[in-house]
């Protein structure tokens, strides 16, 4: 990677911790070599040579980080929103990712997704894409060319899903074990795209497929990210599959797939009970809160409150196609109006999301995945050492009658912002808007 220093002068907004939102007017942000080397008021004197790029008036804040999202589910998103999870899976996903055997149509496909991406104020990406591995390297070539962060996952299925879906078969674990080493070896010659692990879901993937992939892991020290405790269903139907297991968190941790000594991501966590949420903290698995899915797919309302005092790692992802906007903008927002709802329907004991916990959750929560994880620094604040990622956004078309604080106006983008309002963008240090 190139060497990369500068200055960014404008208004900032970061968070350091959890609730605590940083704030700093006309402020100067100084990237080297790649990474932050602080916030300041002034321009320190040892930085005062550096290029300054001036940016004033407009807000400055962290790139976003998206921990759970379906690439090959862009196309079909805002369609099917009256199902639920299951059948939603059977009619519309399943369908819409095995044309993406087709390299032409995937390239069309994931070429209309990037070029989106790039445009909107997130910089970092978890993705599940397909079984197919020429269009899983296809879209690793887009996203390392647009000069994105992301993880990028091949999905692993060998069992109870279609049958043009299925590799190998439940009694055949090698077919996908084969075919992920194979895309394992095609994956070194990216800077900014790495693999990530990817069984889809304990129903889809036989006993012999998880004990292939956790020799895979041990092997090359991949992440790994799947679903969890997402729909009553399909808890059902892991205790049906895995009835020695106490929860289907459980049942990863058994096949040796849940956290521990590799980052981890488990999206969802909708109906976690409180043994699995210990089990999620003590093993340090991230849970990627999908507030606009669990909605729109009517699994439920998250405990992210239970779930961020228990000691949990936790993000924002957009779960495109459940979810059908791509920005974690729209995640925060929905986070917040969730988490009101579940203290009015739920539990009154449990207080809702603040502004600052759902955007330190959209930005240095999930960014803290990638700080886990080799390859990448920590992402989504500007602390000295963090990966540089920032968002330059022109608010001045959401201003009112009066002068807003910085955490207003913030509040106000969140809400209310779009790609419009995005000048500009930086990842690891680099212009990519």
Not at 58 to 73: M, N, R, S, V, Y
Not at 156 to 182: I, Q, V
Not at 350 to 369: I, M, N, V, W
Request: proline letters at 5%.
């Amino acid at each position: 990677m190139d060497t990369v220093n500068f200055v960014l002068q404008g208004d900032l907004c970061f968070c350091e911790n959890s609730g605590v939102l940083k704030t700093l007017e006309g402020g100067f942000l100084v990237c080297r070599n790649g990474k932050s080397a602080g916030v300041f008021p002034q321009m320190p004197e040892e930085y005062a040579s550096l290029p300054l790029i001036n940016y004033g008036g407009k807000l400055i804040i962290p790139g976003l980080t998206d921990l759970h999202t379906h690439a090959p589910q862009y196309g079909f998103r805002a369609l099917g929103m009256d199902l639920e999870l299951l059948e939603w899976l059977e009619t519309r996903a399943f369908p819409e990712e095995a044309r993406y055997g087709d390299i032409e149509y995937a390239r069309r496909a994931y070429s209309l997704l990037v070029e989106d991406l790039k445009k909107g104020p997130n910089t970092r990406f978890c993705f599940f894409t397909t079984i197919h591995v020429p269009a899983v390297i296809l879209l690793m070539d887009l996203l390392e060319e647009s000069g994105l962060v992301s993880f990028v996952g091949k999905v692993n299925m060998d069992r109870n899903c279609p049958e043009n879906l299925r590799e190998g078969g439940e009694n055949n674990p090698e077919t996908s074990l084969t075919a992920t080493r194979e895309w394992i070896r095609l994956c070194g010659k990216y800077q900014n795209t790495r693999p990530i692990l990817t069984p889809r879901f304990i129903p889809s993937c036989s006993d012999g497929l998880f004990r292939g992939l956790a020799e895979i892991q041990k092997t090359y020290m991949l992440p790994l990210q799947s679903h969890l405790s997402e729909n009553k269903n399909e808890i059902a139907w892991v205790r049906e599959l895995c009835p020695e297991s106490k929860n289907y968190g459980d049942a990863y941790a058994r096949r040796d797939l849940f956290g521990g000594d590799v980052p981890t991501i488990m999206a969802h966590c909708v109906w976690s009970n409180d043994d699995e949420i210990q089990l999620l903290a003590k093993q340090g698995v991230f849970a990627a809160h999908c507030p606009q899915s669990n909605a729109n797919l009517s699994s439920g309302i998250a405990p992210v409150r239970r779930l961020l005092d228990a000691g949990v790692p936790l993000g924002l992802g957009s779960d495109v196609a459940g979810g059908v906007h791509t920005s974690i903008f729209r995640a925060m927002a929905d986070a917040i109006q969730i988490s009101k709802l579940r203290r009015a329907l739920v539990n009154q004991d449990e207080k809702p999301l603040t502004l600052e916990e759902a955007f330190y959750l959209g930005t240095a929560g999930g960014g803290a995945f990638f700080g886990r994880a080799r390859g990448f620094g920590p992402a989504g604040s500007f602390e000295p050492g963090f990966d540089f990622d920032a968002v330059i956004i022109n608010d001045t078309g959401l201003a009112g009658p009066e002068k807003l604080s910085l955490r207003d106006r913030l509040e106000r983008v969140v809400y209310l912002s779009d790609d419009r309002h995005i000048e500009s963008k930086y990842v690891r240090g680099k212009q990519v808007l």
